[in-house]
């Protein structure tokens, strides 16, 4: 190691409610056990589930202390006794759950930035096991905005076929990769948002369609008229409670409606019989393994898909990024170069 690795900066949190609990300080720089990588972390970025963690509102305790973000990528710099995946010098992006590596979702996985340390500091260890090896088509900032997003999209539209439309709801990550991998499996794309701005970006990375959800509340009436009333094939649903019901009504028959978030609140209501008589798929998807990340990023590099960030900022202003995207006006992913 040179000499920048005298310091490693990570960030903790503190307490829980607000910024004030987020503190930024120095720690030992890790050493490697067997089978695990130190990483130089060059780049992280921010999920809806970072500001959900900060304010306190996570589905379960994180311990105070914890160092936050789930998403970094960076290079090997050190390995233990037994790796055999990496050496160092490689350049890496880390999976959601360490030890999730393929096969179905059990639920019995570690997370980052929950009860594993997350990724918003200089220096990480981590097993072997939990990293993916980036092409050289992606700088470490796009790298890393893959973990959380990147992969919760491409789960939600796996199986989608050419011919079909897809419907994606405004403009935060997982959206805009569920736009450009919908794209590239050579679907038709309609997209909902409230911004005439945001629109014409849309417009510029492929959508086919789009609606005003704030001119149109009942999106699913437009939704139908433009599928000549069959509905769509997969809905990217980020909404959650606030934006189900809508979605229920647009999906076509024997449709998936993939269940990502709840973006829109946790208030609203389902008409059963307009389920049961959709004959869809209602699928709750939880992110996706090693093996997704791997695909995602194959698919990311025979495509040339690049993905999309709304802004960057310094390691040292990460408070500034956490802002931005509490604003929750972004077209992309918010990074923090390290």
């Known amino acids: 190691m040179n000499a920048e690795t005298k310091q490693n900066r990570a960030y ?11 503190v930024n300080g120095a720690i030992a720089i890790p050493t490697p056990a067997s089978g695990e990588v130190v990483v130089r972390v060059r780049a992280s970025s921010l999920n809806f589930r970072d500001i ?11 311990p105070s202390g914890t160092i936050p973000l789930s998403d970094g990528a960076g290079e090997v710099v050190a390995v233990g006794e037994g790796v055999t995946r990496f050496v160092t010098g ?14 179905p979702f059990t639920g019995k996985y570690s997370q980052y930035s929950y009860d594993v340390d997350g990724w918003l500091a ?16 992606l700088s470490f900032e796009e790298a890393a905005t893959l973990p959380c997003a990147a992969v919760t999209a491409w789960s939600a539209v796996k199986g989608v076929s050419a011919g079909d439309t897809v419907l994606t709801q405004g403009t935060g990550g997982v959206s805009l990769f569920a736009i450009q991998f919908a794209k590239a499996l050579g679907a038709r794309v309609i997209a909902t948002t409230s911004s005439d701005e945001k629109s014409e970006q849309l417009k510029l990375l492929g959508v086919d369609e789009i609606i005003n959800y704030k001119t149109h509340p009942a999106w699913s009436q437009q939704v139908r008229a433009l599928t000549n009333g069959n509905g769509v094939n997969r809905i990217v649903e980020v909404g959650g409670p606030g934006t189900f019901q809508e979605s229920v009504k647009a999906i076509a028959v024997g449709g998936q409606v993939s269940m990502v978030g709840v973006l829109a609140g946790l208030e609203g209501s389902v008409d059963f019989m307009s389920m049961f008589m959709s004959q869809a798929r209602y699928q709750p998807i939880a992110l996706g393994s090693r093996q997704d990340l791997e695909d995602l990023i194959a698919g990311i590099a025979a495509h040339g898909i690049s993905p999309v960030i709304d802004s960057r900022f310094e390691f040292g202003d990460a408070k500034r990024a956490y802002e931005k995207l509490m604003t929750r006006d972004v077209f992309g992913k918010v990074v923090i170069s390290h």
Do not use: C, M
């Not at 959900?52 to 994180?62: D, E, F, M, S």
């Not at 490689?90 to 096969?103: C, L």
């Not at 200089?122 to 088509?137: C, F, K, M, Q």
């Open 122 to 137: 200089d220096y990480r260890v981590t097993p072997e096991n939990a990293l993916a090896h980036i092409p050289g088509s």
């Open 12 to 22: 903790h949190l503190e307490k829980f409610g607000g910024l004030d609990g987020l």
């Open 52 to 62: 959900l963690i900060l304010q306190g509102h996570y589905t379960a305790p994180v």
């Open 90 to 103: 490689d350049r890496v992006v880390n999976s959601f759950f360490p030890e999730w590596i393929d096969g």
